[in-house]
């Protein structure tokens, strides 16, 4: 089965690879906001609102101008806060686990048809690295990123190198400017230092995936 599957992936890709014009490659702009969350980690736990904007590349795949290859490179703000609407005015509401990435996408692209003006889908791993973090009043203090914790092997640092599964639907007017819902599904353990957080809460040992919604406008040039 593994020989099959490796045989069949070599296939696609070769073909794949016959059909790629990079002389057709179109660049574009692109940014929107974010909502992130990270499951397990902090408690209390809620959503983050931040943003991303970077560059991108549309590589065709075929001669209809359906299917491209698009790699982005995006600055990214992601992580969670404490504002668990349960946790008002509790130690820990106020707190901030800000998690900021460079990130690269790379999606395959299709348009449901070959209209200029069109719905689109794309879908592809997103590999994001972590420029900075930053904590703010943490609910407890090995939260912190250079906190040094009474308990050996507990920090909140967080992992320096974050992979997920990128999917997407958007709209296209005229194949320029395009706006694009996207989730990010996080595959990484984001807070591996957690993991041996004192507590009985079975949660604890869970792994803690990194989630963001994201909506954002792109411009693509002739």
């Known amino acids: 089965?593994?020989?099959?599957?490796?045989?069949?992936?070599?296939?696609?890709?070769?073909?794949?690879?016959?059909?790629?014009?990079?002389?057709?490659?179109?660049?574009?702009?692109?940014?929107?906001?974010?909502?992130?969350?990270?499951?397990?980690?902090?408690?209390?736990?809620?959503?983050?609102?931040?943003?991303?904007?970077?560059?991108l590349a549309m590589i065709p795949v075929d001669s209809n101008n359906q299917f491209y290859i698009q790699p982005q490179v995006e600055y990214l703000g992601a992580g969670e806060t404490g504002k668990d609407k349960d946790?008002?005015?509790?130690?820990?509401?106020?707190?901030?686990?800000?998690?900021?990435?460079?990130?690269?996408?790379?999606?395959?692209?299709?348009?449901?048809?070959?209209?200029?003006?069109?719905?689109?889908?794309?879908?592809?791993?997103?590999?994001?690295?972590?420029?900075?973090?930053?904590?703010?009043d943490p609910s407890k203090p090995y939260y912190a990123v250079d906190e040094l914790s009474a308990y050996p092997g507990v920090n909140g640092k967080a992992n320096s190198f974050n992979f997920a599964l990128g999917?997407?639907?958007?709209?296209?007017?005229?194949?320029?400017?395009?706006i694009a819902a996207r989730y990010d599904l996080g595959l990484s353990n984001t807070y591996k230092g957690l993991m041996n957080e004192p507590g009985s809460d079975p949660n604890i040992a869970k792994k803690k995936s990194e989630q963001v919604l994201s909506l954002g406008l792109s411009y693509i040039f002739q």
């Open 1 to 55: 089965m593994k020989k099959l599957l490796l045989s069949s992936a070599l296939c696609a890709a070769a073909v794949l690879s016959a059909q790629i014009d990079f002389s057709s490659t179109r660049f574009g702009i692109t940014a929107g906001g974010t909502y992130s969350r990270i499951s397990n980690a902090h408690n209390p736990s809620g959503p983050r609102f931040s943003g991303y904007g970077g560059v």
């Open 87 to 136: 946790a008002k005015g509790k130690i820990g509401y106020d707190a901030v686990y800000a998690n900021n990435y460079i990130s690269v996408p790379i999606y395959f692209k299709a348009y449901f048809s070959e209209a200029e003006s069109e719905f689109f889908a794309m879908a592809g791993p997103k590999f994001n690295f972590l420029v900075n973090q930053k904590v703010t």
């Open 167 to 178: 999917f997407g639907v958007g709209y296209s007017l005229k194949r320029q400017l395009e």
